[in-house]
């Protein structure tokens, strides 16, 4: 059974350089979380440079008589405190932020950057929308 944290971030603008993503966060615990369900005042700021690229493994795999090449992307740490301390990821918290990591960033900010950056490295591709749920 989760805990009832949920947040949701949409891509509103991308470059060569930067990429925008508006989200919100609610606790279902709380009696008011309906006003924050739909209300995406949060932003959350990541330069092009900050994604961090999967390791790519290829291997020959003999199947049979034939030879396979098998490619595997392998995910790498994504250095999150260095990121931020470069100012490469900013954030701006959602108002339905009710805990905050020691830095003042909202923790479903956090999770929805962890789950993108996870999205990103297994696909290659940059998620247009990221939803977390616990």
């Known amino acids: 059974m989760g805990m009832g944290f ?3 971030a949409d891509l509103e603008q991308e470059d060569e350089s930067i990429m925008i993503y508006s989200y919100c966060c609610y606790n279902l615990n709380d009696k008011n979380y309906e006003s924050f369900c739909n209300i995406k ?17 290829v291997k020959t795999k003999k199947i049979g008589r034939r030879k396979k090449t098998i490619t595997k992307r392998v995910k790498r ?3 999150f405190n260095k990121l931020f301390e470069q100012g490469k990821i900013q954030v ?3 108002s339905g932020t009710w805990r905050t990591y020691s ?9 929805i950057l962890f789950n993108l950056f996870n999205e990103y490295q297994e696909t290659g591709e940059i998620p247009k929308r990221i939803i977390y749920f616990n």
């Open 92 to 94: 701006k918290n959602a």
């Open 77 to 79: 740490d994504v250095p």
């Open 6 to 8: 949920c947040g949701r």
């Open 41 to 57: 005042d949060g932003e959350i700021y990541i330069d092009r440079d900050a994604l961090v690229e999967p390791d790519i493994h």
């Open 103 to 111: 830095r003042g960033i909202d923790i479903i900010a956090m999770h």
